[in-house]
């Protein structure tokens, strides 16, 4: 193999580097909310963590566009959403602290039930769509709906978990960021069926 084969094979799975360097990212995230929570810098790294997996989702997705797009790309990169949305929603989930005002509990708790259940569904939609041998073309809907679940999870995370804000405007806006998220899963999921019908 050539040196320019080497290099364009570097350049064609450079977006699938990006996609596995998240799903190392919230592993981490994962492994210190659970097993090392106690670490005097765990809330710090977690941050961390997820500013720069949030950093390769957009990474990947302009190196897939300037690069093509791989079949194991196609493949891994919902993979690696669904686990770095998923892992922190199930983190905030099991750390809320009692001092939270119930409201703002209850209402993150059934944004994440409805945020997570769809997920599964877009995610098993989608395994199914690929025994079908039928490639999905992901769509806008899905796009912004991970910016704004990132941003929604964003905000209980840092707020909640880094600064200690039990009540107030910054979690307002994060949940209702989580419940947009929710509507735009459910118009990504309409867009996905529309491309079959299409097809």
């Not at 690696?80 to 009692?98: E, F, G, H, T």
Request: charged residues 15%.
């Amino acid at each position: 193999m050539s040196s320019f084969s080497i290099f364009a094979f570097a350049l064609r799975n450079s977006a699938n580097a990006a996609t596995m360097a998240r799903i190392f990212l919230a592993s981490i995230i994962n492994y210190f909310a659970f097993f090392r929570a106690d670490h005097p810098f765990a809330r710090e790294i977690m941050f961390a963590c997820l500013f720069g997996a949030m950093l390769s989702d957009k990474l990947d997705g302009w190196l897939a566009r300037r690069y093509g797009v791989t079949a194991f790309g196609a493949m891994i990169d919902p993979v690696a959403d669904k686990y770095l949305v998923i892992s922190i929603s199930l983190i905030l989930w099991n750390w809320l602290p009692p001092e939270v005002d119930d409201w703002l509990k209850s209402s993150l708790n059934a944004a994440i039930i409805v945020l997570v259940s769809l997920e599964l569904i877009l995610f098993f939609s989608g395994i199914v769509i690929r025994l079908l041998k039928i490639i999905p073309h992901s769509n806008k809907w899905g796009k912004m709906k991970m910016t704004v679940e990132c941003v929604g999870v964003s905000g209980w995370f840092v707020f909640q978990e880094m600064f200690g804000v039990k009540s107030g405007p910054p979690l307002i806006v994060a949940n209702i960021l989580l419940f947009l998220a929710a509507a735009l899963t459910i118009l990504s999921l309409v867009g996905h069926f529309k491309t079959l019908k299409v097809r």
